[in-house]
């Protein structure tokens, strides 16, 4: 076949578009050719000139944006020689993003580049209709195929203040894998923008189905409190900086707002924007804010005198327990891919790093206790760094492992006789050693919570000091749930008593400990070596009843025994304003006496033995509860049992 002039295919107008929508545009739903129209009103709000954006899903399968913005201009284009609205719905390269120079541009920092945008949604529609509010008439213009097919015409008079742009987009199957949109993805995009641009209200409606809305004054930092499920280890720090007139780095009005805090555990948010654009693979921006963070966080350590000798912060371990809302302002923003997820600006690390970093360590600086905090956060990540990829084994001396300093060990070898109490902190932990029977139980204090191993490697679980502290103490290694029973041969406590306050955090506390046991010593539990100790929750002081009944204390597991015990008192002939009801705020607030006698007397305490359910049904339980990609499910979960665990807390 011949190679001439004629085999050289010149695509012209939309053809491109059309011939390889994937350079374009995402292909698998219509999502981001609306989400074209829907930036363009957003752009603007962020110019100041739009207070309203409506987004309807019609029943044919089309899409409307409406806004009560400047509407795209409809006069006769100076060069095109066509109206202007023809030429920004059908030529790739042209709109308003080009004039950056003019500082009253509304898209002076528009998350577009190459200026393709709503022309991209019209070749990629079977129809599009455009309606224009405009100089005191309303315009419209229809486009089929990227073609048009009715030229532009006036409808009608409106006011002179009248103004803005509705689009109605029918979105061309043939182009997309499914031809539906996303919904909660497009909520997503349309709350976000609600977040971002402070006043503006945007609704969805379904046809024949309901209207969403949102609207936010002060938006960034619900928007986060609202995403993050853990506990804070600080408040949340929302703030914005943006280049002066007079800045030698970086035009005018660029610059970030961002709301950012640090959580101990739990899911983490993180969500980026560039120009209201969401950048979902993140970029040069989010590297600007890591770098600010860290900066920030370590010199306020340093000052302090924080670090422990040895340690030296990276980035990472600043930023690993970071969630943060950032919305990057970017003149002439550079994106990998003209779907935008990541913004390759290279001046966007310094322009983040620069507007974010000082007012962030002004604010640590206000807020010392929180800031400690945050520096432990990093501190503790830095430590578990310089450990990961180790495989740490148990600490041995002549082939013995060497018992935990802080084990209080028994006399006795009699392992049918032998328990080992885990006890919260250590002040309980005193407590426990000073009431105990020295013969037979051995006191192992725990300092706060301990590790969540659900999805910790066996060779690197004796990175963790307490994980390895329990291992020791109880002789046995880690095993799965299919070792011989063998595995139990060095047990050397035949009661291994799990006790801890009687509130939420030694729930918690109880939890984790059973994910461990549960996970890499499964055979404890299958043999019935494992008890949660009953501390109770309440002391009844009783006064004296004549010389025949002395004063006396009882203890209430929980309120419906407390409940149960005045009615049994009120039955005696006792007032039940006599009697002194006193809460226990932890173990630590009991004396050895009252610890030995409530909880740890094999005469008088409450233990309950932890079984396997059949069928591992314990293991789904267990994932939606403590892997770290279940977020969803847990809250589901919680939105669905609260007031049951609300109850028995």
């Given at each position: 076949m011949a190679?001439t002039a004629?085999?050289i ?7 491109p578009v059309?011939h390889l929508?994937?350079?374009y545009t ?6 981001h050719i609306?989400?074209?129209a829907?930036d ?7 110019g100041g000139?739009c207070?309203?954006?409506s ?6 399968g089309s899409?409307?944006v409406q806004d009560?913005?400047r509407?795209?201009?409809v006069?006769i284009?100076p060069?095109?020689?066509v109206?202007t609205v023809?030429v920004?719905?059908?030529q ?5 993003k080009?004039n ?8 002076q920092?528009s ?7 709503v ?11 455009a309606e ?7 315009y ?7 073609n048009?097919?009715e030229?532009l015409?006036r409808i009608?008079?409106?006011g002179?203040?009248a103004?803005g742009?509705k689009l109605r987009?029918?979105?061309d ?5 499914s031809?539906?949109?996303p919904?909660?993805?497009l909520?997503r995009?349309?709350?976000s923008?609600?977040v971002?641009l402070?006043?503006l209200?945007?609704?969805?409606a379904v046809e024949?189905g309901e209207t969403?809305?949102w609207?936010f ?20 720090f929302t703030a914005e900086?943006y280049a002066?007139?007079?800045d ?8 970030a707002a ?6 101990g555990d739990?899911n983490?948010?993180?969500e980026?924007y560039?120009n209201?654009?969401?950048t979902?693979?993140?970029?040069t921006?989010e590297t600007g804010l890591?770098?600010?963070a860290?900066e ?9 005198a924080?670090?422990?000798k040895?340690?030296?912060l990276?980035a990472?371990?600043?930023f690993?327990?970071?969630?943060f809302?950032l ?11 003209q779907?935008?997820?990541?913004l390759?600006?290279r001046?966007?690390?310094a322009?983040v790093s620069?507007?974010?970093r000082?007012p962030?360590?002004?604010?640590l600086n206000?807020?010392p206790?929180?800031a400690k905090?945050?520096a ?5 990540a830095?430590?578990?760094?310089s450990r990961?990829?180790q495989?740490?084994e148990?600490?041995?001396?002549s082939g013995?492992?060497i ?7 028994c006399?006795?070898?009699d392992l ?5 109490f885990?006890v919260?902190g250590?002040s309980a932990?005193?407590?426990a050693?000073s009431g105990?029977?020295k ?5 192992l204090?725990l300092?706060?919570k301990v590790l969540n191993t659900w999805e910790?490697?066996?060779g690197s679980?004796?990175?963790n000091?307490e994980v390895?502290?329990?291992?020791v103490a109880?002789?046995?290694d ?9 595995t139990l ?6 009661k291994?008593?799990?006790m801890?306050d009687a ?6 506390i109880r939890?984790l400990l059973c ?9 404890l539990i299958e ?8 501390p109770?929750?309440?002391r ?11 004063p006396?204390?009882l203890?209430?597991l929980?309120?419906a025994e ?9 039955m005696?002939?006792?007032?039940p304003e006599s ?5 226990f705020k932890?173990?630590?607030?009991m ?13 008088t305490?409450?233990?309950?033995r932890?079984?396997?359910?059949r ?7 267990l994932?939606?509860l403590?892997?770290k990609?279940?977020s969803?499910?847990r809250r ?5 049992n609260?007031a ?6």
């Amino acid at each position: 076949m011949a190679y001439t002039a004629e085999s050289i295919s010149v695509l012209k107008g939309l053809e491109p578009v059309r011939h390889l929508p994937g350079m374009y545009t995402r292909t698998d739903h219509p999502l981001h050719i609306v989400q074209e129209a829907i930036d363009n009103a957003a752009d603007e709000a962020l110019g100041g000139y739009c207070k309203h954006i409506s987004v309807v899903l019609h029943g044919d399968g089309s899409i409307s944006v409406q806004d009560d913005g400047r509407g795209i201009p409809v006069e006769i284009h100076p060069t095109e020689g066509v109206p202007t609205v023809e030429v920004v719905f059908t030529q790739l390269h042209a709109g308003g993003k080009f004039n950056k120079t003019d500082g009253t541009s509304a898209y002076q920092f528009s998350g577009g580049l190459h200026g393709v945008g709503v022309s991209v949604t019209n070749a990629l529609s079977t129809r599009l209709e455009a309606e224009v509010e405009r100089g005191g008439g309303r315009y419209r213009i229809v486009f089929a195929g990227g073609n048009v097919v009715e030229p532009l015409a006036r409808i009608a008079d409106t006011g002179k203040r009248a103004s803005g742009t509705k689009l109605r987009i029918w979105p061309d199957a043939q182009f997309f894998n499914s031809p539906h949109l996303p919904l909660p993805e497009l909520e997503r995009l349309l709350r976000s923008k609600a977040v971002l641009l402070p006043g503006l209200e945007i609704s969805l409606a379904v046809e024949g189905g309901e209207t969403k809305s949102w609207r936010f004054t002060n938006g960034m930092q619900q928007y986060l409190a609202e995403q993050i499920d853990g506990e804070l280890a600080s408040p949340l720090f929302t703030a914005e900086n943006y280049a002066v007139a007079d800045d030698e780095n970086f035009p005018l009005g660029s610059g970030a707002a961002w709301a950012i805090c640090w959580s101990g555990d739990g899911n983490l948010a993180r969500e980026s924007y560039v120009n209201l654009i969401p950048t979902p693979a993140g970029g040069t921006h989010e590297t600007g804010l890591r770098q600010a963070a860290f900066e920030a966080v370590k010199s306020f350590a340093e000052h302090r005198a924080l670090l422990p000798k040895g340690v030296k912060l990276t980035a990472e371990d600043v930023f690993s327990r970071l969630s943060f809302v950032l919305a990057a302002r970017v003149l002439d923003p550079s994106f990998q891919g003209q779907i935008k997820e990541r913004l390759n600006s290279r001046d966007a690390v310094a322009l983040v790093s620069r507007m974010l970093r000082d007012p962030l360590e002004l604010w640590l600086n206000e807020h010392p206790d929180d800031a400690k905090k945050i520096a432990e956060l990093a501190i503790k990540a830095a430590q578990a760094r310089s450990r990961a990829g180790q495989k740490v084994e148990k600490r041995k001396q002549s082939g013995v492992a060497i018992l935990p300093g802080k084990l209080s060990d028994c006399q006795s070898e009699d392992l049918s006789r032998n328990e080992l109490f885990l006890v919260e902190g250590d002040s309980a932990g005193g407590s426990a050693k000073s009431g105990r029977d020295k013969e037979v139980q051995a006191i192992l204090p725990l300092r706060g919570k301990v590790l969540n191993t659900w999805e910790i490697e066996p060779g690197s679980l004796f990175a963790n000091r307490e994980v390895h502290d329990i291992a020791v103490a109880l002789g046995i290694d880690p095993h799965l749930p299919d070792a011989p029973d063998t595995t139990l041969d060095n047990l050397r406590y035949g009661k291994l008593v799990i006790m801890t306050d009687a509130d939420v955090d030694g729930s918690h506390i109880r939890v984790l400990l059973c994910t461990l046991f549960y996970r890499h010593f499964p055979k404890l539990i299958e043999h019935g070596h494992l008890y949660f100790a009953q501390p109770p929750l309440y002391r009844l002081d009783v006064p004296a009843q004549g010389k025949k009944r002395p004063p006396r204390k009882l203890y209430a597991l929980d309120d419906a025994e407390r409940v149960a015990l005045l009615d049994r008192l009120k039955m005696d002939g006792v007032k039940p304003e006599s009697v002194d009801i006193s809460r226990f705020k932890g173990l630590g607030e009991m004396n050895p006496e009252q610890l030995w006698e409530t909880t740890m007397s094999p005469d008088t305490r409450r233990l309950v033995r932890v079984r396997l359910p059949r069928d591992d049904e314990a293991r789904p339980v267990l994932n939606m509860l403590m892997a770290k990609n279940e977020s969803a499910g847990r809250r589901a979960w919680m939105e669905e049992n609260g007031a049951l665990i609300g109850a028995e807390v």
